[in-house]
């Protein structure tokens, strides 16, 4: 059954090409149904202003306030020097706070006319500082003109009590897309419902026509209420309803259960290790072997703090399939983080990852790693290793899934840091088994639960959260570099101290420096705008270290456009302690362990994300003196930015930086991290807020597909899920 055209009417033939170009570009609305569920961001009251007390810098923001005065100046200028030239200067005001606006040239005549003190109006525009005080420059507005001017069509459209405000852009004002909406809103009667009418009524949510009607059109605030009681259902039933539908998928497939071997490598291997596994790492290994011993596949997501033993948890998953008779396979997102994981995985196994050598253990195994930068004979050794089976445990990228590569019986696969890799990838990696092979999905990045819910909804989740006896505490400073400079050499002289104590240090930045002038590039963010300089540099820093303040020690640069032989070697150094600092881009994020690296400077703190921060501390301290890690930013102490900072210096918990990151960032940016797709599906439903309906439609989804899983007998539904499917299949081609 097709959707209902009217819902898929592309939007320039309603709204006009030049409107529908800006939506598609800007906003990426294509049709009726996409403009329709364009929600508004929040609502004013008529007669309630905003309050200009609390506007964000940088931000385009739509404010409702009345003039106080306008005042036009002449001045000369280059253009205009016979002091013709003309500026408007308008204050507006709210009750809570004063904002100037400002209008120059010839865009100063028709503000001047209409502008008047005591008028009332919508100002859109983005909020800068001029001469210490807030402005908006040349701004948009729309004028609110009372009950008494009928002929204006500006009463019609905000004719509710309620004016929404939708998210904009620079190119199309919030009241523009509310006019646009006006037009195509008779179409909501035609929305199928996506939502089992026993579900709706058992719930007390109102239909989807007047979910649509009372968003966009709300009498009441409490007509705001039901309409996002309802909406926040939908998105979150659809998409535990895609999810719910693959976990039923998988649970049909067969798989090879995989004991280990009473006294085989599994048992070698823990006899081994020079310290007992802590409860957590027990407690988790117990989940991940009931899985591999059933005959479906396994489908885990290991999530764990920085050095909670992640890495020791899924090499013992490795060694137990081996036992088995099976391979498994570890597939990192990058080369170096593949030769890392390598190296440390061989190194915990000494003589057990000398399959067939001189030397090796009688219950020992080879364990091979395999990239795309290897020599040709390497490779082809490697894939020869795999194919006879010869190879027990093989790390590797993406190089992994090419379709040359063959194993003799893959049966588990490991996948690190998971939203680098679609669900397509994973896919593809399985069918490389005879049978599916069992799935372990590491991820260092702390998840709250219903995040994990949303975004890795197809897997079981073990949470590691203990640190291992013997880690050290990390100490967490912001350095602000701009209102107190001496803190900065003082950040300097504490590395010198440590690298004098026999330790190492990383400085981080956020860009490389050798980029070429790529017009894209040239193209600066709004943040780069604001600050008037590109982010700092790893040569150029590096350079200036080195002449500097850490004259006189050995300093290295660590980047991504580097060859990874280069890198490689680079790393061997630092790890050997022949290097002092380490000055790298976001490469070392996941992985890189040097236990003797005490300290790290990260500069422009601000221009990562907490829960990158976070990774990045992770990589000190992880031997037994106490870690260091500095915070440097130029941003001012109330920014939103200082305040990210501020919590992640207060904290080492990474779940509670997790909440934190997703309170302070839309979920979308979180969730579209973490998997194609989400960003563009999630628009009311707040991931932390609404835990409560995120777990029950989990639920109720699982019971709908457990009892249709072809969803025959809900149409709607199927339509909604096509959409939602789509949509990700898109971003993911996207990203691909």
Not at 40 to 66: F, I, N, S
Request: proline share 6%.
């Amino acid at each position: 059954m097709d959707l209902v055209p009217a819902l898929e009417e592309p939007l320039k033939k309603v709204l006009g090409p030049a409107t529908a170009k800006v939506m598609a570009e800007h906003l990426g609305l294509h049709s009726v149904g996409d403009l329709l569920h364009h929600y508004p961001r929040r609502y004013e009251e008529r007669g309630q202003l905003t309050h200009l007390a609390d506007l964000p810098m940088d931000e385009h923001v739509t404010v409702v306030a009345q003039v106080a005065d306008a005042r036009l100046h002449t001045f000369a200028s280059a253009k205009a020097p016979r002091g013709k030239g003309q500026r408007l200067e308008v204050t507006i005001t709210d009750g809570s706070g004063r904002l100037q606006l400002v209008f120059f040239g010839n865009g100063v005549h028709k503000p001047h006319k209409e502008l008047l003190p005591g008028t009332r109006a919508m100002f859109s525009g983005k909020v800068s500082l001029f001469n210490r005080r807030l402005q908006l420059a040349h701004p948009a507005y729309e004028l609110l003109r009372g009950a008494d001017d009928e002929a204006a069509e500006t009463v019609e459209t905000w004719a509710g009590a309620l004016i929404p405000i939708y998210p904009a852009t620079a190119k199309l004002e919030s009241w523009k897309i509310g006019k646009a909406i006006q037009t195509v809103l008779p179409s909501a009667q035609e929305a199928m419902d996506p939502l089992p009418e026993s579900l709706r009524e058992g719930r007390g949510l109102v239909p989807l026509p007047e979910a649509l009607l009372k968003i966009h059109r709300p009498h009441t605030k409490a007509d705001v209420a039901d309409a996002h009681a309802r909406l926040k259902w939908d998105e979150a039933f659809v998409l535990q309803v895609a999810l719910a539908r693959r976990r039923h998928a998988d649970a049909q497939l067969p798989a090879v259960p995989r004991k280990p071997a009473p006294d085989g490598l599994l048992s070698a291997f823990d006899d081994r290790l020079p310290f007992t596994l802590t409860e957590g790492q027990q407690k988790v290994s117990k989940e991940i072997f009931d899985d591999l011993a059933t005959d479906h596949p396994m489908h885990r997501l290991l999530q764990g703090e920085v050095g909670s033993g992640k890495t020791l948890v899924a090499l013992r998953a490795m060694l137990a399939v081996v036992d088995a008779g099976g391979q498994a396979a570890m597939l990192a997102p990058t080369e170096v983080l593949a030769q890392q994981h390598h190296r440390s995985i061989v190194e915990m196994m000494g003589e057990l990852a000398e399959g067939g050598m001189l030397g090796g253990s009688e219950h020992a195994t080879k364990v091979v790693l395999l990239t795309g930068s290897m020599g040709t004979a390497a490779r082809r050794q490697a894939m020869l290793d795999l194919v006879t089976g010869e190879a027990g445990i093989v790390i590797g990228t993406h190089a992994l899934i090419e379709d040359k590569v063959q194993f003799h019986d893959l049966g588990l696969v490991v996948v690190d840091e998971q939203h680098r890799f679609g669900v397509e990838q994973r896919d593809a990696l399985r069918g490389k088994g005879k049978q599916p092979p069992h799935l372990l999905v590491m991820t260092a990045t702390p998840i709250p639960r219903t995040v994990a819910m949303t975004v890795f909804g197809d897997l079981e989740t073990s949470v590691l959260d203990q640190l291992p006896a013997g880690r050290s505490p990390i100490a967490s400073h912001v350095v602000p570099a701009a209102d107190k400079p001496h803190f900065l050499a003082r950040a300097w002289e504490r590395v010198r101290e440590e690298v004098e104590n026999g330790h190492q240090a990383y400085v981080v930045c956020p860009r490389i420096g050798d980029e070429e002038d790529d017009p894209k590039k040239a193209r600066k963010s709004v943040e780069d705008e604001a600050e008037k300089r590109p982010p700092l540099a790893v040569l150029d820093i590096a350079d200036q270290l080195t002449k500097g303040p850490l004259s006189g020690l050995r300093v290295e640069v660590l980047h991504g456009r580097m060859h990874p032989d280069d890198k490689d070697v680079v790393m061997r150094r630092f790890a050997a302690g022949e290097t002092h600092v380490l000055v790298a881009t976001t490469v070392i994020e996941v992985g890189v362990n040097v236990p003797n690296a005490t300290a790290m400077v990260v500069m422009d703190a601000d221009r990562f994300g907490v829960s990158q921060l976070h990774q990045l501390r992770g990589r000190v301290g992880r031997g037994s003196a106490p870690g260091l890690c500095l915070l440097v930013s130029e941003m001012p102490e109330a920014s939103p930015a200082r305040q990210r900072l501020n919590a992640v210096a207060s904290t080492l918990d990474g779940f509670e930086l997790s909440r934190i990151d997703l309170e302070q960032r839309r979920e979308g940016d979180v969730l579209g991290q973490a998997q194609s797709g989400a960003r563009t599906s999630l628009r009311v439903l707040a991931v932390i807020e609404d835990e409560e309906i995120i777990a029950e439609a989990r639920e109720e989804a699982t019971a709908v597909v457990d009892a249709d899983p072809e969803l025959a007998g809900l149409p709607g539904l199927r339509t909604a899920l096509d959409a939602l499917l789509d949509e990700e299949r898109e971003q993911y081609l996207e990203k691909g």
